[in-house]
């Protein structure tokens, strides 16, 4: 597609419940990243993939949290057994190759436990 | 920290006038970009600077790096009122892949 397309963009769960939230990059990146942003703070690493290879998992806050990426394209992070604090807009970027590449970011999901 | 951080936290500014943020980092980089979001969902990228380099320009916006300093500014000539939002630097470290980011600078364009 012409962008990041994140989807859905706005989800509302109850506290407990398990969500998926999905990515679709832009054909042809190789490098796919996800962030959380907390109401007026900065980006929290989460997760990145590059190619085929392992994932850098070191930015998942808890086991609750993970994340895949299929065939090279799309992306889904999955949250299990929400909580409140979970509560954020979860972001995706991707890029032509991990190395000396600008990101390209979807307009995020809005993620609200209650 | 490991992550860029910006400052100041906030700028407000009269139209028209320049806008100077500024990042520091303490890791070695690959390069440090600079990216703007409006409304508090997706960033733009606006420019990229590599740890060889030491000035950029696009447009209104200069990009300075000084990696001896571990520092970056960002500078917007000319403001508009379409410039109010927040600014972020990230750095993609030397020793991974991972691109950080700093906690950003909110900018006000004051007409």
């Known amino acids: 597609g012409a962008g990041v397309s994140q989807s859905p963009s706005n989800k509302v769960t109850e506290k407990g419940k398990d969500v998926e939230l999905r990515c679709d990059p832009i054909s042809g990146h190789t490098a796919l990243y996800w962030y959380r942003q907390s109401l007026g703070q900065g980006l929290e690493f989460l997760i990145y993939f590059q190619g085929n290879s392992a994932p850098d998992k070191s930015g998942l806050p808890s086991d609750r949290f993970s994340a895949e990426r299929t065939g090279g394209s799309v992306s889904t992070l999955t949250i299990q057994r929400t909580q409140q604090e979970d509560s954020a807009v979860y972001l995706c970027?991707?890029?032509?190759?991990?190395?000396?590449?600008?990101?390209?970011f979807g307009s995020g999901t809005r993620l609200t436990v209650v | 920290s490991q992550q860029g951080e910006e400052d100041p936290q906030a700028l407000s500014i009269q139209e028209g006038e320049n806008a100077t943020m500024n990042c520091s980092y303490k890791t070695s980089i690959n390069n440090l970009q600079w990216y703007r979001q409006n409304s508090g969902r997706g960033l733009v990228h606006l420019i990229l600077?590599?740890?060889?380099?030491r000035e950029k320009h696009s447009g209104r916006l200069r990009v300075t790096l000084d990696t001896s300093k571990k520092s970056s500014s960002l500078l917007i000539t000319a403001s508009r009122a379409a410039d109010t939002a927040s600014y972020f630097c990230a750095i993609k470290r030397n020793r991974d892949d991972k691109i950080i980011f700093g906690k950003g600078t909110r900018l006000h364009i004051l007409p």
């Open positions: 600077i590599r740890s060889n380099e």
């Open positions: 970027a991707s890029s032509p190759t991990g190395l000396g590449s600008g990101y390209t």
